[in-house]
């Protein structure tokens, strides 16, 4: 379990791979799983858009197996190339794909020369029972997702509610805190990761 809540700007220069993402740059390796994790705030990755440069909301790029349940991003994402909202790159192998589950896209917004709600650039992907905000600000639009990558498009007003979280997704009580009526956030945050979460802004003003 781990949150990001912040804003971050990288310069990507003009060569070579540049990655950011709120839970993890880059990822590579075996077994990987991230869990009950979100982000939110600002991610910007900027530079020649000619270079390999890769921002999501959760992760920028993975190159292996990688497994997302559970998590969120409400990040807002820019990339010089490939941003997504939750992956900006995913390059795995048939074998050794990356695989998300009840987990959602509800970002700010997602800009990149290759732009996607969920992810900016896919190769090898598995998916099941993922949501994206449908009204989501994507430029310069989204890639083909395919059938590989599937997705239900959510409202803002649903995506705002507890509801959403809890019986959509299986968020757990037990690890998130849904209650929204005392605080300025008005996403779930973790429990016992500390109150400041509460205070963070509520950057995703169509809710």
């Not at 994790?37 to 600002?42: E, K, L, M």
């Not at 010089?80 to 509800?106: D, P, R």
């Not at 995506?159 to 690890?175: C, K, M, W, Y």
Request: glycine share 12%.
């Amino acid at each position: 379990r781990c949150y990001f809540a912040g804003n971050i700007t990288s310069d990507n220069g003009t060569a070579g791979n540049r990655c950011l993402g709120g839970i993890a740059g880059y990822v590579n390796g075996a077994d990987n799983i991230i869990t009950s994790s979100y982000s939110s705030g600002t991610l910007k990755l900027l530079g020649t858009t000619n270079a390999a440069s890769y921002a999501g909301g959760l992760i920028g790029y993975n190159t292996y197996r990688v497994d997302i349940i559970n998590c969120y991003s409400s990040a807002a994402v820019n990339s010089a190339a490939s941003a997504g909202g939750l992956i900006g790159n995913s390059a795995s192998t048939a074998a050794s794909y990356a695989y998300i589950a009840y987990s959602a896209a509800v970002n700010e917004y997602v800009y990149g020369v290759t732009a996607s709600t969920r992810i900016g650039n896919n190769l090898y992907t598995n998916s099941g029972a993922n949501y994206a905000f449908g009204d989501m600000p994507v430029l310069p639009g989204p890639i083909d997702e395919g059938s590989i990558k599937d997705g239900i498009s959510v409202s803002g007003f649903d995506a705002g509610r507890p509801e959403f979280f809890l019986d959509t997704l299986n968020f757990s009580l037990d690890v998130w805190d849904t209650n929204y009526s005392a605080r300025s956030y008005k996403l779930p945050v973790l429990k016992g990761l500390g109150d400041e979460q509460k205070d963070f802004p509520n950057t995703n003003h169509y809710y």
